[in-house]
């Protein structure tokens, strides 16, 4: 695989955006579209699906495709083809991806049929159609970030092209938190998914510029000792890696915390601020428009003080940050209102938002990359694939949780003070891991 020229990183660091927003807007509102807050309910909204079914449906959709990233990572690590290794499923999933986002938000099971609960059937509809639309996302995913490790020539490269990342995150983000809500507001969800899911195309990015030579050539031309590496060898010299292990153990924590936050944040907003759509987008605002002048910061952290600690020192901000959030609930009658305690813990907490964007990227293929060097054994694919997983399990965990913690009608105030807790967890058990200390002077 080619090295990437510094003008086409800006072009593969794109390819983040349109899977990224599409994903995300899928983690933060299809519970809130399936269950609305209580606010809306009251207000004539309608339950889709019973929240227990929905919690269930979806938690055991997230595991089954947290399990298919490892066949699908052994899969891009070992193929052979003309095409080269990485492309081919990015090609492949692409169009399914898009057209499964879509069909997520049309449940068969309407009207009059739904009761006051919603319908089973609409819980089964979409823990079917989501495990089917995370299997695709996966395809094209787990290869684009692999390549990660192969197209550039060093940690800072990497970190300079994760920053790049998210900042396409960041935007992907400001589509997703500020104008989605606003599109919500004015066209129905709906009408909006369809105004949104042009981003999509932003992934043909990184397919027009990861140049790769033939895999069937190069297999034939290895010598002995760079056999392909099995799935289960694969799997265990991965999770036999003391960094990835730490480094995952601290994800797993972050993660869960990161997607109860985001989940939540909707049900935050109307059920404790009592806010419309309109002002969640402009509060979702002040903590992502920052998010590019806060990657300057974390860069420059970086290189004073190594991604170790500047990671950490995101995960402290983050934790005083959520916690200013229930201060804006409307029973507490503070002389500031709650959409300004809002927009105060938003542009706190963009720092981290920027520092959690770029660490998903960076942290693995660095620890891909010198793993490659140590056994001559590229398995970025893999690496990848293990923190999709824990990751997806993570991820349904949050959402399941989240959806039956807000059976309770206090239940979105208990998100911040959750999320906290994870927060500062995730700093205890970082502290083991042995790399990203700053370059010598």
């Known amino acids: 695989m080619k090295i990437l020229k510094r003008w086409q990183e800006p072009i593969y660091a794109l390819g983040s955006f349109g899977p990224g927003f599409m994903y995300q807007i899928v983690m933060t509102y299809l519970l809130y579209y399936y269950r609305p807050a209580f606010t809306q309910i009251q207000a004539g909204a309608l339950v889709l699906a019973p929240t227990g079914a929905y919690a269930i449906g979806m938690l055991a959709a997230r595991i089954l495709d947290g399990f298919v990233d490892i066949p699908i990572a052994t899969w891009t690590d070992n193929l052979k083809s003309k095409w080269g290794r990485r492309r081919p499923l990015m090609v492949l999933g692409f169009i399914p991806t898009v057209a499964t986002f879509v069909l997520l938000w049309y449940p068969p099971l309407t009207g009059l049929r739904l009761g006051e609960y919603g319908h089973w059937g609409n819980a089964i509809y979409v823990a079917v159609l989501s495990s089917v639309y995370f299997f695709f996302h996966t395809m094209i995913i787990v ?24 900042i396409f995150n960041t935007a992907g983000a400001l589509l997703t938190f500020v104008v989605a809500p606003i599109l919500f507001d004015r066209f129905g969800i709906r009408t909006a998914i369809w105004l949104l899911a042009p981003a999509a195309l932003s992934f043909l990015g990184p397919i027009l510029v990861i140049k790769e030579s033939s895999t069937l050539e190069a297999a034939q031309e290895a010598e002995p000792g760079q056999a392909d590496v099995p799935l289960w060898e694969s799997i265990k010299l991965t999770l036999g890696n003391r960094p990835f292990r730490i480094y995952m153990l601290t ?106 964007f770029t660490v998903p ?5 660095q620890i891909a990359a010198i793993d490659a060097k140590q056994t001559g ?16 399990v993570m991820g349904g965990l949050a959402g399941s949780l989240l959806a039956l913690l807000l059976q309770w009608q206090y239940g979105a105030l208990a998100i911040s003070p959750i999320v906290a807790v994870t927060c500062l967890l995730a700093f205890l058990f970082f502290a083991p891991y042995p790399l990203g200390q ?4």
């Open 143 to 166: 290869p684009y970030l692999a390549s990660l490790s192969e197209i550039l020539k060093d940690e800072q490269a990497r970190v300079r092209v994760a920053s790049l990342q998210t």
């Open 251 to 356: 994800n797993a924590t972050f993660f869960f915390g990161l997607q109860f936050l985001l989940g939540g944040i909707a049900f935050i907003a109307v059920d404790v601020k009592g806010l419309s759509e309109a002002q969640l987008g402009l509060m979702n605002m002040a903590a992502f428009a920052p998010v590019p002048l806060m990657l300057v910061l974390f860069n420059w952290l970086v290189k004073k003080k190594g991604s170790k600690w500047s990671f950490r020192l995101g995960l402290l901000v983050c934790a005083g940050a959520v916690l200013i959030f229930p201060l804006g609930w409307t029973e507490l009658n503070l002389p500031i209102s709650p959409f300004h305690v809002g927009i105060i813990a938003g542009v706190i907490g963009s720092f981290s938002i920027g520092v959690f």
């Open 361 to 365: 990227y960076a942290f693995p293929a």
């Open 377 to 392: 054994k590229d398995r970025a694919g893999m690496y990848f694939a293990v923190q999709g997983v824990i990751n997806q």
């Open 438 to 441: 700053p370059k010598p002077e």
